[in-house]
């Protein structure tokens, strides 16, 4: 399952079925680096990483991982995370993933406004799908940044992001 309008540039980086699991948490990541959907998607066919789905700075949203597997997005678990999650259970299992362009190295763009809408329509459809409380995340799950599971090498991750309006989007 995918979202109905996405471009489908498919990945082998995912792990088939979840191993039973249902996803609990959306991850927010920003591409540090890249200038189109496209080239990240095509990106996540030869690298040993992919998410499930990449939001352009043009609005064009492009799925590479089904939801219904665990995309090989959020790499491991390093100290100093958020403490609902394990070093023990593969935190893929547990997410779908979603990339949004920013073509600086470090994170910093600011989403444009047509991203910023494609970003908050797309969680609001997994989170209805889901069950996922449109909410920062917890223990019970919710929505957070990759820095939430991997702040030693991804506390740049996503970089800005509008974390209050898009809680006030989904909450209205």
């Given at each position: 399952?995918?979202?109905q309008?996405?471009?489908?540039?498919?990945?082998?980086?995912?792990?088939?079925?979840?191993?039973?699991?249902t996803?609990t948490?959306?991850i927010?990541h920003?591409?540090a680096?890249f200038?189109?959907?496209?080239e990240?998607?095509?990106?996540?066919?030869q690298?040993?990483?992919?998410?499930?789905?990449?939001i352009?700075?043009?609005?064009t949203l492009?799925?590479?991982?089904?939801?219904?597997?665990?995309?090989?997005?959020?790499?491991?678990?390093?100290?100093?995370?958020d403490?609902?999650?394990s070093?023990?259970?593969?935190p893929?299992?547990?997410?779908?993933?979603?990339?949004?362009?920013?073509?600086?190295r470090?994170?910093?763009?600011?989403?444009?406004?047509?991203?910023?809408?494609?970003?908050f329509?797309?969680?609001?459809h997994?989170c209805a799908?889901?069950n996922?409380?449109?909410?920062?995340?917890?223990a019970?799950g919710?929505?957070t940044?990759?820095?939430?599971m991997?702040?030693?090498h991804?506390?740049?991750?996503?970089?800005?992001y509008?974390?209050?309006?898009l809680?006030?989007f989904?909450?209205?």
């Open positions: 399952m995918h979202e309008n996405a471009l489908w540039i498919p990945s082998n980086n995912y792990f088939r079925g979840r191993s039973g699991h996803p948490w959306i927010i920003g591409t680096g200038t189109s959907t496209e990240v998607g095509y990106y996540f066919q690298a040993d990483v992919a998410t499930h789905y990449i352009g700075q043009d609005g492009v799925c590479c991982v089904d939801e219904d597997d665990g995309a090989w997005g959020n790499g491991g678990v390093t100290k100093g995370h403490p609902w999650w070093r023990t259970l593969n893929n299992l547990l997410t779908i993933s979603i990339e949004h362009v920013k073509p600086s470090d994170n910093s763009d600011e989403l444009t406004a047509i991203q910023k809408q494609a970003s329509t797309l969680i609001q997994i799908r889901y996922i409380s449109g909410r920062r995340a917890d019970q919710g929505i940044g990759h820095y939430s991997d702040p030693v991804r506390s740049f991750c996503p970089g800005p509008p974390w209050d309006e809680f006030t989904l909450n209205s």
